[in-house]
DNA sequence: TGTTAATTCAAACGATTGTTTAAAACTTTT
DNA sequence: AAAAGTTTTAAACAATCGTTTGAATTAACA
């Protein structure tokens, strides 16, 4: 079983690179000698370096994205049943606490995680568009959520209060504890700062909102 | 005087297509043919690629930054004179307002805006770093600004929550209206939009802390 | 074990990158 | 108007990019 190994350290070691250097800065010389593989191995593997990025998407982002929605799915379905509002909190808990753990637990997937949120917050031009289409929905779901949640607010406002909400989520996406700080004084644990990203974010999305 | 013509015309191509394919994802090819000016004119007047970079920011960052500091600093004397606690939103104003009109008021600015954004968002290395260094001390003084309105709230929770305020901002700042929307449901006008990041950036850092 | 298929490998492909060169064209100064 | 300085130009530089090739090697099947 050489081939899915030698697959595997394509991957590891490509997320880990575009993460870092971008997918443009990044170099498939770069990605093969750091996975000690013949250069020819991405494309035989792969077609090509896009499909290499495709076959990212499809290994990490698929499923996590699949865990989202079926919390946001379990917390709305519970909401009506009890024929109750969910609450702002719990919708986006249901969002970002496996996102939050996806970076936490697997250490590749912290990597991946960087990569994906770089090219939410206006990376590479390529990246964008494969992930855009499939987080698409989620994004979808997430907005329903929060106008049940909210119904005093405008869903335009909403579709851009959870933009928002992405945004300052991205900042602690795109953290690497071992580059130099962007401020000085951020030094939390990942436990704490998601903890404060939660606060933030739910109080910025029940703010008063006036027309 | 053809010199500063040429200079400003390789300077208004560059941050146009900085800004849209990043630092990278631009060749001097490209910036040049757009210019339409010889290719050797970069290295002629910049030195480098990266000698062009550094002239982007000085043209544009420098006064902005200057601007930025000194309301800061008006919000916090006016606070000391009054002995009265500046709020959390009139700190933050003095930061957003003229960045946000900085956005949209020069024309070109506004792609420049973009690149610079791209950059603190987690862009081009190289870009981070020239950007990281100049806006640091703006960066401290608002740190210290809030610090002073939310005496409450620890000063690494509140450095974190500022980095989640500038992530929120920042999609604001690379918000392209003529590029596809990343949401469905984004198509509030520029004001409104920012009227609603400083909503949601005020509520995110005066939500409640628990520790 | 012999045959076929899948994988790895070194080498080269053309295209594009940032940068340099030296002559030509243009300005400014004397 | 001659000389000196500045800017523009076309052409080429070596380096690197993603991709392709065909032979060498390994794995799977008969």
Redesign the pocket.
């Known amino acids: 079983?050489?081939?899915?190994?030698?697959?595997d350290r394509i991957l590891d070691a490509a997320e880990e690179l575009f993460a870092s250097d971008g997918y443009?800065g990044?170099?498939?010389?770069?990605?093969?000698t750091a996975a000690?593989?013949?250069?020819?191995?991405?494309?035989?593997?792969?077609?090509?370096?896009?499909?290499?990025l495709a076959a990212l998407f499809e290994r990490r982002l698929v499923p996590l994205n699949k865990v989202r929605l079926e919390n946001i799915e379990t917390v709305l379905r519970e909401a009506e049943q009890k024929a109750v509002r969910p609450s702002a909190g719990e919708v986006m808990k249901a969002f970002l606490i496996p996102t939050l753990e996806f970076k936490r637990n697997a250490p590749g997937a912290r990597h991946f995680a960087r990569m994906i949120w770089r090219a939410f917050l206006g990376g590479d031009r390529g990246m964008q568009e494969s992930f855009l289409t499939r987080v698409a929905p989620v994004m979808q779901r997430l907005l329903d959520g929060l106008s049940l949640a909210l119904p005093g607010i405008p869903r335009e406002v909403l579709a851009w209060r959870l933009r928002f909400a992405m945004g300052a989520a991205g900042q602690v996406m795109v953290h690497d504890p071992e580059q130099p700080a962007l401020m000085t004084g951020l030094r939390l644990s990942e436990e704490v700062m998601q903890k404060e990203l939660l606060e933030f974010v739910i109080g910025g999305l029940e703010a008063p909102h006036e027309d």
């Open positions: 079983m050489t081939q899915r190994d030698t697959k443009v990044t170099s498939l010389r770069g990605i093969t000690d593989v013949n250069l020819a191995a991405v494309n035989y593997h792969f077609g090509s370096k896009e499909g290499l």
